[in-house]
């Protein structure tokens, strides 16, 4: 938990900038990049400029693109066929050197090192679909509609045996996880419905009694997850904040604003040496220190980013589609982090402490709240704070259940643990 600044106040601080070193040739709509067998691997989703379903001049296949991360050139390539291709959320298991794609309403399992295609293991509704450490099994999100639950079930490929896993509108994304503690279970990420504060996050914690389920509401329109050590972290894409949750004892403990607005929110997120990493449809990369929730670093695209990873110092970026539109981009821009500097302290900003954790019905705010004060719930819920004392800044929050809560005064804004 932390103070949490908002990007008015974020501006005042020393940004660093970097500018792009080199580029990575793909194909149009690169959506995904991840770091697997030593290599970078891009999915780019099918082009269909017209929406029509039929392949017209113009358009183009989903493809896979293999890259060599020193030289930046393809080492090979998969084009798909003319289909509905989960190019933004796919399985991938480096033990078993194995990816798992969705094709249309199939799974098809690949080499992950030849490309070689090895055939079918699975046939059905497929939104997304992830995989085991081992290969062993994979996980596969249905949507049966934009508006109703789905589910995610989960496919023993030795056996076919399954096993569903209910969740809410929209199942986006889904994952293994394994804690420091040797806890684990499975995340699911659903959406929730378009433009609502009704996206959930989903933690199914195994144990010998079975997987209970803790499940969070995380904001409007979340967009995907990364895992570091013990903690998730959530991009909400309509709400413009980062939730993080702790997996050990499967509670939100805090929420960052990202300082996007409109349709430019955070999409995707990695974390490196301390630092979390968000792409924006604004065009840029923001970076936040973890510690202390501040946005410390800027990365300017000429384009809009949605996939993003590490390898050693470089960072990776899709060029997804066109700056200001959504027509299919092209490329990789990858920069070179040890180029960022420091940041310097600054007046400007005002120290606070890391948490305010409420454990009365009145809390003394840190610091001078000059505006109207809005107290907003981690599921979208906004509500004017009573102020009791306007000389202490102090408000009643016995209104509030609990749960995690922003705090703002349109100028600045502080994370409150109810």
């Not at 379903?53 to 896979?64: E, I, K, L, V």
């Not at 990816?99 to 055939?119: A, H, K, M, P």
């Not at 109207?372 to 102020?387: E, L, N, V």
Request: with cysteine; hydrophobic share 40%.
């Amino acid at each position: 938990m932390r103070d949490l600044l908002l990007f008015a106040i974020a501006c005042l601080c020393g940004i660093v900038s970097l500018t792009a070193q080199r580029v990575a040739q793909t194909p149009p709509s690169p959506l995904s990049i991840v770091r697997a067998g030593g290599i970078m691997h891009v999915f780019c989703a099918r082009v269909d400029v017209n929406f029509n379903g039929t392949q017209d001049d113009g358009d183009a296949r989903a493809t896979w693109v293999q890259i060599d991360p020193s030289t930046l050139q393809p080492l090979r390539s998969y084009t798909f066929p003319w289909a509905e291709v989960t190019a933004s959320r796919m399985g991938i298991s480096e033990t078993a050197k194995l990816l798992f794609v969705g094709v249309d309403n199939t799974v098809e399992q690949f080499s992950l090192e030849s490309q070689e295609r090895i055939g079918v293991v699975y046939n059905g509704l497929v939104f997304a679909v992830s995989s085991t450490l081992d290969g062993s099994a994979i996980y596969v999100s249905q949507r049966p509609s934009y508006t109703d639950p789905g589910s995610v079930v989960q496919v023993t490929l030795a056996t076919g045996d399954t096993v569903v896993y209910q969740a809410g509108t929209n199942p986006q994304q889904s994952g293994r996880f394994l804690t420091s503690t040797n806890a684990q279970g499975l995340l699911v990420l659903s959406e929730g419905d378009f433009g609502q504060p009704t996206g959930v996050f989903d933690i199914w914690k195994e144990s010998v009694l079975g997987a209970g389920l803790t499940s969070h509401a995380v904001g409007a329109t979340p967009n995907h997850f990364c895992v570091s050590g013990d903690s998730a972290y959530i991009t909400v894409n309509g709400s413009h904040w980062i939730v993080v949750i702790n997996l050990f004892t499967t509670e939100a403990v805090d929420t960052i604003l990202v300082g996007t607005s409109g349709y430019d929110g955070p999409r995707e997120s990695v974390v490196n040496n301390g630092r979390l990493y968000v792409s924006t449809f604004t065009g840029d990369v923001r970076v936040f220190d973890i510690s202390t929730g501040r946005r410390v670093g800027s990365i300017t695209l000429d384009a809009k980013p949605e996939g993003i990873a590490i390898n050693g110092t470089d960072l990776w970026v899709t060029r997804a589609f066109v700056a200001g539109g959504y027509s299919a981009e092209r490329n990789v821009a990858v920069y070179d982090l040890t180029q960022a500097v420091s940041v310097n302290d600054d007046p400007f900003v005002i120290n606070t402490p890391k948490a305010i954790i409420a454990s009365t019905n009145r809390v003394v705010l840190p610091r001078d709240f000059h505006n109207q004060i809005t107290i907003t719930a981690i599921d979208g819920r906004r509500t004017d704070a009573q102020i009791v004392d306007s000389g202490s800044n102090t408000i009643d929050i016995s209104s509030l259940t609990h749960g995690v809560y922003v705090v703002s005064d349109g100028t600045s804004a502080i994370t409150l643990m109810r």
